[in-house]
């Protein structure tokens, strides 16, 4: 019923009398929301900055408004507004459409409002890395004939990459931390769960370092995997200075 | 929009903001004059300097901010009943607030990124002009202190301002360590009238507020730095 | 190459789907995420167990539905609950005037009584004008916080509130907090744990229904009145049945707990 004192070696165990495995299960679920808000971000990234860059003024402010105004307000704050009032506004959408409301998973909640957010940043990072592109070889493509589409995914997307990627690399550490302040409204990623095993193990210093270095080790292989991304996507690319 | 806890609140408003105010200034503070040294010793330094400077910024921008601090509030705090006497001990009133743990914390996640900032930025300043300090006899810490120094924080004034931001925006955690700020009023506003959106957005509108003076602050002081082009 | 390209995505599409949280539940009830023993706690192989838990398991085995508890931060339970995040709150939520405000109850299910416990001590005198000058710590959004505000802070006491219970009860071991308040079977676990052993209780505070409310219910929108009646009606063939009694012994807490069939 309560927990005694339990030797160390079983708590850090996995299975039904350590917390390991809900670490693990914590671990798995942070780079779930991560990765998707992640994916959710950059998709509105992409449209956010080609309508900034192409779109009528209409658009151009709305877009201004929406990246000024979220990186402007606190994460945490933001993510509360979204978690609270957004999923509130999507129901009262879906009702006023005749649909009925859905329940929303909380992973599902997360990942938008995750998404959401990086979507202001991204729109940003993807805006510059556009603009970089080196004009002459759109010139060169708009002369060939090609479609505004064909333009963007055979020439834009291409070359803006190179550009795009330590901006978008640094957000998906950003990202990958943020999911942490999911825990203050109460989602199972890593840092609730260790907040509940700590608590319930009375060991706050062993599972906090845990999940440091839990979040540590994804920081890590993820830098070295936008390492390799980098080179890769700069073949056949002028060097920099 | 339901307003009309606004006036009765007032008063906890502002002390909260007054707390986040205290909270970023101190932070900032302490945590830009730890980066100096610790961006430095990355550049110079013996390696039984560099090495932990390096492994601190690492662990700091690799790790969530919510997880330091709850690491730092939480894993001190569970070692205070193995120390007897900690109660009566001199520290004991820095030690039993919250506040003083979210400085601490947001102190070193600011020197954490602030570091690996000050490293580039010692690194962008010209060699020339420490190789023509040196020539003219200045020792190492003149260099440092008349060239080296002022050099690499003009190169860094720039960003300042996204960084303060930056800080602002983390300043909300620390109400999860008891400390109210202001978003530890809205957490009371929200529990004793069961209205969640109005403070959020009220309390939104405010760091949108503190946003704008900061970067309208930094925008005057960098066109008061001469920057040769 | 492309093929590959296509195997990864296949792969990192399906892991994305892998979700640890149960399938869908008929019925999803919101808790406290912190754990709240005896009532409700995440065991260290991740079920939440509890005397509420088995209350959740024996009402829906009498509703004849499948229910799932949904974990949420206890300071956002009432707008999660009216923004449809689940069906109900079943997490030792008192039934006040205020809340009822907001949304309705169910018949209540339990009563058990307030108190504060402090450092061991030949002090036990608990009244606010005793305590003035003292930090108390307390849970958010609870109704011990609206008493402590109520009666204790005008009195110069001053008042830490914290997320969970679990983090209350840290700090009064720490000792940043000088006392807290809450409620006394969740309280006596924490008495009855190796964190808790500097302490002890020093009373229950005397009764104000109006902020402590008239025992724990569980909470529903208001809207979903044949929910309700389901629940009611649970609840009622449960006490019948002497779940209660059952379940109260099953968990120790004998005397500790005011049960349905008292409050008739």
């Known amino acids: 019923m309560f927990l005694a004192a339990a030797p160390l070696s079983e708590l850090l165990s996995f299975g039904d009398k350590g917390y390991l495995d809900e670490l693990m299960w914590g671990a798995f679920a942070t780079l779930q929301i991560s990765f998707l808000g992640y994916a959710f971000g950059c998709l509105l990234g992409l449209f956010g900055a080609i309508g900034k860059l192409s779109g009528s003024s209409f658009t151009k402010n709305i877009l201004g408004g929406y990246t000024t105004l979220f990186r402007a307000i606190p994460e945490l704050v933001l993510i509360m507004l979204i978690y609270y009032a957004g999923t509130n506004g999507l129901n009262q959408l879906l009702m006023s459409l005749g649909f009925e409301p859905i329940q929303i998973n909380q992973l599902l909640a997360a990942v938008f409002v995750l998404g959401f957010v990086q979507g202001a940043y991204s729109t940003e990072v993807l805006r510059a890395a556009i603009l970089a592109v080196p004009i002459g070889q759109v010139e060169a493509a708009k002369a060939y004939g090609m479609s505004s589409y064909q333009q963007f995914r055979r020439v834009v997307l291409p070359a803006m990459l190179p550009y795009a990627i330590p901006g978008l690399a640094n957000l998906w550490l950003n990202i990958t931390k943020d999911s942490a302040l999911i825990a203050v409204i109460g989602s199972s990623e890593l840092a609730n769960v260790t907040r509940i095993a700590a608590g319930g193990s009375k060991l706050y210093l062993v599972f906090y370092l845990l999940a440091a270095l839990i979040y540590l080790v994804i920081s890590m292989v993820s830098d070295q995997f936008f390492a390799w991304l980098e080179r890769r996507v700069r073949r056949g690319q002028p060097k920099l200075a | 929009m339901n307003w009309e806890w606004l006036p009765h609140y007032i008063p906890l408003l502002i002390h909260g903001l007054y707390l986040t105010l205290v909270l970023l200034v101190s932070s900032v503070v302490i945590g830009g004059i730890l980066a100096v040294p610790i961006g430095l010793v990355q550049v110079t330094g013996p390696w039984y300097l560099k090495l932990p400077a390096k492994a601190f910024c690492s662990f700091i921008r690799g790790t969530p901010l919510l997880i330091q601090l709850w690491l730092i509030y939480y894993g001190i705090g ?133 946003t704008f003076f900061i970067t309208r602050a930094f925008n005057y002081l960098e066109r008061l730095v001469p920057q040769r082009r | 190459m492309r093929i590959t390209k296509r195997m990864l995505l296949a792969a990192v599409a399906a892991a994305t789907m892998i979700s640890a949280t149960p399938a869908f539940a008929d019925i999803k009830f919101g808790v406290d995420i912190s754990p709240y023993p005896p009532f409700t706690s995440q065991d260290a192989s991740g079920k939440i167990v509890g005397w509420e838990a088995d209350f959740m398991d024996a009402l829906c085995a009498e509703m004849k539905e499948k229910c799932a508890f949904e974990p949420t931060a206890w ?133 104000d229904v109006d902020i402590l409310g008239a025992g724990v219910g569980v909470g529903i929108r208001k809207e979903d009145t044949a929910f309700m009646d389901k629940v009611n009606a649970a609840i009622g063939s449960l006490s019948d049945k002497g779940f209660f009694e059952e379940n109260t012994k099953k968990w120790g807490l004998e005397g500790k707990l005011i049960l349905p069939k008292d409050m008739k």
């Open chain 3, 75 to 207: 300071d956002g339970i009432i707008p999660a609950l009216t923004s449809k995040k689940f069906d109900g709150i079943l997490s030792s939520m008192s039934v006040t005037p205020e809340r009822m405000k907001t949304i309705s109850y169910s018949r209540i299910y339990y009563n058990s009584a307030a108190v504060i416990i402090g450092p061991k001590s030949d002090d036990k005198d608990f009244s606010p004008e005793h305590l003035a000058g003292k930090t108390i710590g307390v849970q958010g959004a609870t109704t011990h916080a609206n008493y402590l505000e109520k009666y204790y802070k005008p009195k110069g006491a001053e008042i830490k509130s914290y997320a969970g219970q679990d983090e209350v009860n840290a700090d009064l071991t720490a000792g940043r907090v000088d006392y807290i308040m809450a409620d006394g079977v969740t309280l006596s676990a924490y008495l009855a744990s190796e964190a808790g052993a500097c302490c002890e209780q020093k009373g229950a505070v005397p009764i």
């Open chain 2, 78 to 210: 569970s070692l205070f009943p193995g120390i007897p006497g900690i109660r009566t001990s001199f520290l004991w009133p820095i030690l039993r607030e919250g506040f003083y743990y979210a400085v601490l914390a947001f102190s070193l996640s600011f020197a954490g990124y602030e570091g690996e900032v000050m490293r580039g930025a010692f690194l962008g300043v010209p060699r020339g002009e420490l190789e023509a300090a040196r020539a003219i006899g200045m020792s190492p810490w003149k260099v440092l202190m008349r060239v080296w120094l002022p050099r690499a924080v003009r190169l860094v004034l720039p960003t300042l301002a996204g960084e303060i931001v930056g800080q602002l925006k983390s300043t909300p955690l620390a109400f999860t360590v008891t400390v109210m700020d202001l978003m530890g009023a809205r957490a009371k506003i929200s529990s004793d009238t069961y209205i969640m959106y109005e403070p959020l957005i009220f309390i939104a509108i405010i760091y949108m507020i503190l």
